[in-house]
């Protein structure tokens, strides 16, 4: 039984957007989805549930760091039978010539988190990587929409605030982004026979102490969440 999200089986659907910010929830499901649905409420952490296109599509929020996303992708395919996981987040970018608004796709999540070898034990250093269907329709989606876009690895943060992290480092290795979620969604989608991706917008440049806001963040970033959207009804 779910501990954190207050749905019967039926009321979420197979493929699940989950951005952090629960207002980015509310906006996506109110701005995109027909017949939306509320199916959870609990810590605030909004889930719904409508259709695009004539398709089942759920929407549920995740909150922000490797915990919380754990604790929802976990409890989705568990307990609700979930199949397709796509963050639909922010990001910071590194990568060279990789600017604010353009969109990140993750193929691979590197991670300081100490979730892999509490999982799997000092002797393994796991890659988690996303689903390879869903990051090829994601990346032929936004090139048909004219949308810049990156493919490449990230970096998942245990921590948002870390002085002594080494952008240029993991610049240098071709990281193009930190944001704080992806690795854990890949690992608990592999674990669980399920899909997964992070479609990601640049909020900000980290080297360039370039940003937007936190209402952009909220509700601009239309590209990523109709790249997204796209992605969850492709087969």
Same mark, same amino acid.
């Given at each position: ?43 605030? !952490? ?153 479609? !990601? ?13 936190? #209402? ?5 970033? #239309? ?13």
């Amino acid at each position: 039984m779910s501990t954190h999200i207050d749905a019967k089986m039926g009321d979420i659907a197979e493929v699940v957007l989950m951005p952090g910010d629960p207002l980015r929830a509310k906006f996506i499901a109110e701005n995109f989805l027909e017949d939306p649905v509320l199916y959870n409420t609990v810590r605030n !952490c909004y889930g719904y549930t409508g259709t695009y296109k004539g398709k089942k599509v759920s929407v549920q929020a995740s909150g922000m760091g490797i915990p919380s996303i754990s604790i929802y992708a976990t409890e989705l395919v568990k307990f609700f039978g979930v199949k397709k996981l796509i963050r639909v987040g922010t990001i910071g970018a590194i990568g060279k010539n990789v600017k604010v608004r353009d969109v990140i796709i993750a193929n691979s999540a590197s991670t300081d988190s100490s979730m892999i070898y509490n999982i799997l034990g000092r002797s393994m250093y796991y890659a988690p990587t996303a689903d390879f269907k869903m990051v090829h329709n994601a990346y032929q989606i936004a090139q048909d929409m004219g949308v810049t876009t990156h493919v490449g690895n990230i970096l998942s943060a245990d921590r948002f605030y870390n002085d002594e992290i080494d952008n240029e480092k993991l610049r240098d290795y071709g990281v193009l982004g930190i944001e704080m979620e992806a690795a854990a969604l890949y690992t608990i989608a592999a674990k669980n026979n399920a899909q997964a991706v992070a479609i !990601c917008t640049v909020s900000d440049e980290i080297l360039n102490n370039v940003a937007t806001s936190a #209402k952009e963040r909220e509700q601009s970033f #239309k590209d990523m969440m109709l790249i997204s959207l796209e992605t969850a009804i492709k087969d």
